[in-house]
């Protein structure tokens, strides 16, 4: 089989897409928890909506929207 050379900078922009992927679930996830908890539930949802919305936006102008994804000619 063929060997596949990994950059250090290959590995670092999978760590970095998994971190922002994370944090884009957890913590939204927890601010909600404890809005919710609070009786806060409306703003909870608008806060895991934005929160959640506005990772989902970052990931897609970081990693995909630089993306060639033009197909055969």
């Known amino acids: 089989m063929g060997e596949q050379s990994t950059t250090a900078t290959d590995r670092d922009e ?3 897409a998994g971190l922002m992927v994370a944090s ?4 939204p996830g927890i601010l909600k928890y404890m809005l919710t908890a ?3 539930s409306f703003l909870g949802t608008v806060a895991w909506a934005c929160g959640f919305g506005g ?3 970052a990931f897609w102008f970081r990693f995909i929207r630089p993306l060639d994804l033009t197909g055969p000619e």
């Open 24 to 27: 884009g679930v957890i913590f």
């Open 38 to 40: 609070a009786g806060y």
């Open 14 to 16: 999978t760590v970095l």
């Open 55 to 57: 990772v989902a936006l």
